[in-house]
């Protein structure tokens, strides 16, 4: 089918208790073994590209791959654009067909980051492209940027002003989480998100999920997350494959071979995570 908005999606996740898994994808197998997984457990799927793997491939390449594997599959598929770190990089996406555009301007000064969401907003509603945007600073490194220490966790009373003042589709809040790899069990502020939600109606995001214990998560959707990202599980499921291959038989020199089995093992996370997520079975 053709490719869909996140709109109606996450509004549907959010009424029904549930979560949509987003998926970074890098690369043509990535993107078939999230849609196969997709379509395997009947439940709708947000692919995502980072504007840093849009420059390893621009964001033409991957709107081409993904809306192939949409065509293909009979359960809605988003594409959408992940921290987008700039009006300009937003623009881009959204040009190039992307059905979904996130604006990350939580670096900034906090009447910066409604500013320039706002703009975005402005640019993306009339095409009936909806927009997320972050509060507060999830840890970690996206792409070349480091999150600031200071200040890191998203003020409720902020994210209420936010919403009311961006018009923005749905907002990625930091309770905790990081981009990358932990080096330990992550704790999360589960109070700080019921008190989010308490003031906030437009549906939130968990961002850097990738070994966050499942049932942490499954604890946030209660509490009203909506949307779920992964990237680094994925990287490494699809790396984990790869590594296999060469240990197995060394010698191997068909890039078909170790994709395949990096696809396999993606598709394996994956359904993992939709399960989590609960989208299963809500396409």
């Not at 907003?121 to 492209?129: F, M, Q």
């Given at each position: 089918m ?7 999606l ?6 029904g208790?549930?979560?949509?898994g ?15 997984a997709?379509?395997?457990?009947q ?6 590209t ?13 709107y081409?791959n ?7 599959a ?35 000064s ?33 792409d ?7 200040n ?16 923005v ?5 930091a309770?905790?989480?990081a ?9 999360l502020?589960?109070?700080?998100l019921?008190?989010i ?23 946030c ?5 909506c ?15 790869i590594?296999?291959?060469f ?12 994709g ?24």
């Amino acid at each position: 089918m053709p490719l869909v908005t996140s709109k109606e999606l996450l509004l549907k996740a959010q009424k029904g208790g549930y979560a949509i898994g987003a998926f970074n994808v890098e690369n043509m197998e990535m993107v078939q073994a999230v849609v196969e997984a997709a379509q395997e457990l009947q439940s709708p799927v947000i692919l995502q590209t980072t504007p840093a793997t849009a420059s390893y491939a621009d964001f033409d390449y991957f709107y081409a791959n993904v809306k192939t594997a949409a065509k293909k599959a009979s359960v809605p598929v988003v594409l959408h654009l992940d921290h987008g770190s700039s009006f300009d990089v937003a623009m881009k996406a959204f040009r190039a067909g992307y059905t979904s555009v996130m604006i990350d301007g939580s670096h900034g000064s906090f009447e910066d980051n409604i500013a320039v969401s706002k703009a975005v907003v402005n640019a993306c509603h009339p095409a009936g492209i909806p927009v997320e945007a972050e509060l507060g600073k999830v840890g970690g490194k996206e792409d070349d940027v480091v999150a600031a220490d200071n200040n890191p966790y998203t003020d409720p009373e902020e994210a209420r002003t936010f919403a009311e003042q961006s018009g923005v589709d749905s907002l990625a809040v930091a309770i905790g989480t990081a981009h990358g790899v932990y080096k330990g069990t992550p704790k999360l502020d589960v109070e700080r998100l019921s008190e989010i939600r308490s003031v906030v109606s437009i549906p939130l995001v968990l961002h850097g999920t990738s070994g966050v214990p499942d049932d942490t998560v499954k604890e946030c959707i209660r509490r009203g997350i909506c949307k779920v990202n992964y990237a680094t599980d994925l990287r490494m499921a699809f790396t984990r494959g790869i590594t296999q291959v060469f240990k197995e038989k060394p010698d191997t020199f068909d890039p078909k071979i170790y994709g395949g089995k990096g696809r396999e093992e993606v598709k394996k996370c994956v359904i993992s995570r939709i399960m989590v997520c609960g989208s299963n079975g809500k396409a």
